[in-house]
């Protein structure tokens, strides 16, 4: 049953809060329908990611409803990537022999017009992980979604490839804010939405750029956290395939929201994950609206 909608307090209505109604409350009204979306719905979604992320991530999304499936066998992705709502792509642990099933199953989900996600983590941390990133971008991700040190470079190795910046760990160097420009031309080259995660999360198509403010400095002390915020992006993704930019930043702002509200009760990295998943759960209409904040940036 839907839930009634609480008035938003003055002190949360943003002057350039922005959305395609030029309402204020409507981006949170979009993260609710869309969180609920996914609750009613509980879409399948296949996510190739590294050992490090596979336990948050699976959790991460079955906290906000939907049914993760880590699934990333060569011999299995014909049978199985079909009944699967979006998949996620991430290259944290790549090696030579999941390239190939990365490849195999968006190149499924392209012919299929299964939306697919992907997170270059620590992108230019080698040729090699480059150069496969690169080959996925080509296959069409309906989103991109890095941070800020991960965009500039996957955006410079199609424009400036000499200039590729290399970074070593999977952490960002750069500030979101600085990575705006770079998401803007690896949008406009790929085709995707290009999300950019940071203290302020970045979402553009090329054209548009909406960020969304919440989250705490804290998640980045919790490995995956990037990761799982991706998966979540592809749940969303899910439920709405044809407004992929609107979905981007529904799942951030969803995920941000549920790290200020984990923090209430976090007394470091470790606690604020397990609030983190529970708030997920638990997170109401209220809750949102009193939090969300996002604002255009265009
Ligand atoms: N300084 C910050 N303040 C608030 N939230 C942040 C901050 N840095 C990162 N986050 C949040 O942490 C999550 C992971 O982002 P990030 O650390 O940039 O990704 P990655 O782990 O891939 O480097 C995102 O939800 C992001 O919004
Ligand atoms: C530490 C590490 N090493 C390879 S993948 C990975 C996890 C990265 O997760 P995130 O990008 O979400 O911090
Ligand atoms: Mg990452």
């Given at each position: 049953m839907e839930q009634q909608t609480q008035p938003i307090p003055?002190?949360?209505?943003?002057?350039k809060a922005t959305n395609n109604h030029n309402q204020p409350s409507s981006w949170a009204k979009k993260a609710w329908r869309l969180l609920s979306d996914v609750r009613a719905q509980s879409p399948l979604i296949q996510c190739i990611t590294n050992f490090v992320s596979m336990d948050l991530m699976a959790n991460t999304l079955l906290s906000a409803g939907a049914s993760p499936a880590m699934l990333h066998s060569l011999e299995e992705l014909n049978d199985?990537?079909?009944?699967?709502?979006a998949l996620c792509i991430n290259v944290?642990?790549?090696?030579p022999s999941w390239l190939p099933s990365m490849k195999a199953a968006a190149q499924l989900c392209s012919q299929l017009d299964t939306p697919w996600v992907l997170d270059p983590v620590?992108?230019?941390?080698?040729g090699f992980r480059l150069k496969a990133c690169m080959e996925l971008v080509e296959l069409k991700p309906a989103v991109i979604r890095g941070n800020g040190s991960e965009i500039i470079a996957l955006s410079m190795a199609f424009?400036?490839?000499?200039?590729?910046?290399?970074?070593?760990?999977?952490?960002?160097?750069?500030?979101?804010?600085?990575?705006v420009e770079a998401a803007k031309l690896l949008a406009k080259s790929s085709g995707a939405i290009v999300a950019v995660s940071g203290a302020t999360d970045i979402v553009t198509d090329g054209n548009q750029v909406v960020g969304a403010h919440n989250g705490?400095?804290?998640?980045?002390?919790?490995?995956a956290t990037g990761c799982s915020v991706t998966a979540l992006i592809a749940a969303f993704v899910a439920v709405d395939k044809i407004h992929a930019l609107d979905a981007a930043v529904s799942a951030l702002a969803v995920f941000g929201v549920t790290g200020e509200l984990g923090m209430k009760n976090a007394k470091g990295p470790a606690s604020l994950r397990m609030h983190l998943i529970d708030a997920l759960h638990g997170l109401d209409e209220a809750a949102l609206e009193s939090h969300v904040n996002i604002t255009s940036l265009s």
């Open positions: 003055a002190t949360n209505i943003n002057p199985f990537t079909p009944c699967c709502r944290g642990t790549l090696t620590a992108v230019s941390a080698s424009t400036q490839p000499s200039k590729v910046s290399i970074v070593k760990g999977t952490d960002s160097i750069h500030e979101s804010v600085d990575a705490v400095a804290l998640m980045q002390k919790i490995t």
